[in-house]
């Protein structure tokens, strides 16, 4: 099944910017979306179709997407903005139609 | 606004079946708009689709459980349901119901989530 890899941490300092990657074959094919989690809450979509944002989202949370690495770059980083950060995309060619990344831990310093 | 709220027995035996409602409010099942899944993640770890269905109740399931599991709809309550059988500790986690955005491929919208625990 497809496989989405994301590095298991990044740290950045308040101010500064932080890019997350979501390396898989061809991801640049496909729609990805992001969501952020801190401990004990549910996901949030904070990025949705490679770089539309939902309604309540900064714009301080930017999506981009080619080739083989999708990357959700974090700009002016807040202590805020620390949590575990999940990529996903729809497989519809799959046997498991949504895939999410191993996820990534944002550590604000 | 639509919520999702996962209810459901927090602890189970090993072998038995696991059984999780998510109840909408705010919002209507039958919308031919939206498909309804369930995700979980066990505590410390990434999460995993478990399976999805339609307002006409198609469904879709991760193949890993696909033997296992059952997803439907209550309409009259406003319900979907998943049912998981023969549970073992490695079913332990924190399972969530969520709501595919509209017109897209991810979630915008999820329940609380609720842990369920597998052990004797």
């Known amino acids: 099944s497809y496989m989405l890899t994301q590095p298991p941490s990044v740290s950045v300092a308040p101010g500064q910017t932080a890019s997350i990657t979501c390396g898989a074959n061809n991801i640049g094919r496909k729609h990805v979306q992001w969501y952020q989690q801190k401990p004990g809450q549910a996901p949030v979509l904070v990025v949705y179709d490679d770089r539309d944002r939902p309604s309540g989202i900064p714009e301080r949370f930017t999506g981009s997407n080619s080739g083989n690495t999708a990357t959700l770059t974090i700009s002016r980083v807040e202590a805020g903005d620390e949590a575990d950060y999940y990529c996903q995309v729809w497989d519809s060619k799959g046997d498991v139609l949504y895939v999410f990344g191993t996820g990534t831990k944002v550590t604000v310093l | 606004q639509v919520q999702l709220q996962e209810s459901g027995p927090g602890l189970v035996k090993p072998s038995q079946t696991l059984s999780l409602t998510c109840t909408v409010f705010?919002?209507?099942?039958?919308?031919?708009?939206?498909?309804w899944s369930w995700i979980r993640q066990p505590v410390g770890k990434g999460l995993e689709w478990l399976g999805r269905m339609s307002a006409t109740e198609s469904t879709n399931y991760n193949p890993s459980l696909k033997s296992r599991l059952t997803i439907s709809v209550d309409t009259s309550k406003n319900q979907f349901s998943l049912k998981l059988t023969s549970v073992t500790a490695a079913d332990t986690a924190v399972y969530y119901c969520a709501r595919r955005i509209y017109g897209g491929d991810g979630f915008d919208i999820w329940g609380q989530g609720t842990m369920v625990t597998v052990s004797s």
């Open positions: 705010g919002g209507s099942i039958s919308s031919g708009y939206y498909y």
